[in-house]
Protein backbone atom coordinates (compact mmCIF):
# COMPACT_ATOMS: atom_id res chain seq x y z
CA UNK A 1 0.00 0.00 0.00
CA UNK A 2 2.70 2.47 0.96
CA UNK A 3 4.38 2.26 -2.69
CA UNK A 4 1.01 2.59 -3.99
CA UNK A 5 -0.31 -0.95 -5.06
CA UNK A 6 -3.47 -2.22 -5.13
CA UNK A 7 -4.10 -4.76 -2.38
CA UNK A 8 -7.13 -7.63 -2.60
CA UNK A 9 -8.55 -9.11 0.62
CA UNK A 10 -9.74 -12.60 -0.44
CA UNK A 11 -11.89 -15.36 1.05
CA UNK A 12 -11.07 -17.15 -2.84
CA UNK A 13 -10.48 -21.23 -2.47
CA UNK A 14 -12.07 -20.97 1.41
CA UNK A 15 -13.67 -23.95 2.22
CA UNK A 16 -17.81 -23.50 2.72
CA UNK A 17 -18.49 -23.83 6.91
CA UNK A 18 -21.83 -23.50 7.94
CA UNK A 19 -22.55 -20.11 9.50
CA UNK A 20 -19.41 -19.05 9.08
CA UNK A 21 -19.72 -16.53 6.39
CA UNK A 22 -20.64 -13.57 8.39
CA UNK A 23 -17.73 -14.08 10.90
CA UNK A 24 -15.36 -14.25 7.63
CA UNK A 25 -17.16 -10.70 6.48
CA UNK A 26 -16.71 -8.98 9.87
CA UNK A 27 -13.13 -10.32 9.58
CA UNK A 28 -12.49 -8.89 6.32
CA UNK A 29 -14.38 -5.91 7.34
CA UNK A 30 -11.78 -5.03 10.35
CA UNK A 31 -8.74 -5.64 7.94
CA UNK A 32 -10.16 -3.30 5.36
CA UNK A 33 -11.13 -0.39 8.47
CA UNK A 34 -7.51 -1.06 10.09
CA UNK A 35 -5.89 -0.68 6.90
CA UNK A 36 -7.93 2.76 6.08
CA UNK A 37 -7.31 3.60 9.19
CA UNK A 38 -3.29 3.54 9.14
CA UNK A 39 -3.06 4.28 4.93
CA UNK A 40 -4.10 7.16 2.39
CA UNK A 41 -6.21 4.88 0.22
CA UNK A 42 -8.25 5.39 -3.08
CA UNK A 43 -11.00 3.51 -1.93
CA UNK A 44 -12.28 0.49 -1.56
CA UNK A 45 -14.10 -1.70 -4.03
CA UNK A 46 -15.96 -4.83 -2.32
CA UNK A 47 -18.00 -7.52 -3.67
CA UNK A 48 -20.76 -9.45 -2.10
CA UNK A 49 -23.21 -7.67 0.14
CA UNK A 50 -22.30 -9.09 3.67
CA UNK A 51 -18.69 -8.33 3.03
CA UNK A 52 -19.59 -4.61 1.79
CA UNK A 53 -22.06 -4.70 5.14
CA UNK A 54 -19.56 -5.65 7.35
CA UNK A 55 -16.72 -3.07 5.79
CA UNK A 56 -19.39 -0.14 6.46
CA UNK A 57 -19.33 -1.34 10.24
CA UNK A 58 -16.23 -1.60 10.57
CA UNK A 59 -15.76 1.94 8.97
CA UNK A 60 -18.45 3.25 11.19
CA UNK A 61 -20.44 4.48 8.29
CA UNK A 62 -23.66 5.84 8.63
CA UNK A 63 -24.40 5.92 4.86
CA UNK A 64 -23.00 5.71 1.56
CA UNK A 65 -23.90 8.67 -0.92
CA UNK A 66 -24.19 7.44 -4.17
CA UNK A 67 -21.81 9.40 -6.56
CA UNK A 68 -22.74 7.05 -10.14
CA UNK A 69 -22.05 4.13 -11.53
CA UNK A 70 -19.03 2.44 -12.77
CA UNK A 71 -21.14 -0.01 -14.75
CA UNK A 72 -24.57 -1.21 -14.69
CA UNK A 73 -25.54 -2.36 -11.08
CA UNK A 74 -22.26 -1.23 -9.77
CA UNK A 75 -22.50 1.83 -7.57
CA UNK A 76 -19.73 4.37 -6.43
CA UNK A 77 -20.41 5.79 -3.67
CA UNK A 78 -18.63 7.78 -0.74
CA UNK A 79 -19.09 6.54 3.01
CA UNK A 80 -20.53 8.92 5.40
CA UNK A 81 -20.08 9.41 8.74
CA UNK A 82 -16.62 7.40 10.69
CA UNK A 83 -13.29 8.00 10.39
CA UNK A 84 -13.43 7.75 6.83
CA UNK A 85 -15.66 10.11 5.71
CA UNK A 86 -15.74 10.93 2.41
CA UNK A 87 -13.71 7.73 0.89
CA UNK A 88 -14.80 6.28 -2.48
CA UNK A 89 -16.50 3.06 -1.97
CA UNK A 90 -17.46 1.04 -4.86
CA UNK A 91 -19.40 -2.24 -4.67
CA UNK A 92 -20.76 -5.22 -6.58
CA UNK A 93 -22.81 -7.73 -5.91
CA UNK A 94 -20.75 -10.94 -5.62
CA UNK A 95 -22.06 -12.84 -8.76
CA UNK A 96 -23.14 -10.05 -10.96
CA UNK A 97 -21.28 -7.64 -13.46
CA UNK A 98 -19.03 -8.44 -16.71
CA UNK A 99 -16.15 -10.47 -16.17
CA UNK A 100 -13.92 -7.02 -16.09
CA UNK A 101 -16.00 -5.42 -13.51
CA UNK A 102 -13.45 -5.21 -10.70
CA UNK A 103 -10.71 -4.19 -13.13
CA UNK A 104 -13.34 -1.20 -14.01
CA UNK A 105 -13.78 -0.36 -10.27
CA UNK A 106 -10.35 -0.42 -9.46
CA UNK A 107 -9.24 2.19 -12.79
CA UNK A 108 -12.40 4.12 -11.78
CA UNK A 109 -10.69 4.39 -8.19
CA UNK A 110 -7.00 5.24 -9.84
CA UNK A 111 -7.94 7.84 -12.72
CA UNK A 112 -11.02 9.44 -12.46
CA UNK A 113 -11.91 12.33 -10.80
CA UNK A 114 -14.82 11.77 -8.03
CA UNK A 115 -16.84 14.40 -8.03
Known amino acids: ISAGRNVALSLLGSPYVEGLSFTLARALGEMAARLAGRH ?4 LVVT ?3 VA ?3 CRALKATAVSLVTEVAPGI ?4 IR ?3 QEGLPLIT ?3 GFGQEDAIIA ?3 CLQGSSLS
Not at 40 to 43: E, M
Not at 75 to 78: D, I, N, Q, S
Open 40 to 43: KLAG
Open 48 to 50: GGD
Open 53 to 55: LAV
Open 75 to 78: PLGR
Open 81 to 83: GGP
Open 92 to 94: KAG
Open 105 to 107: AIR
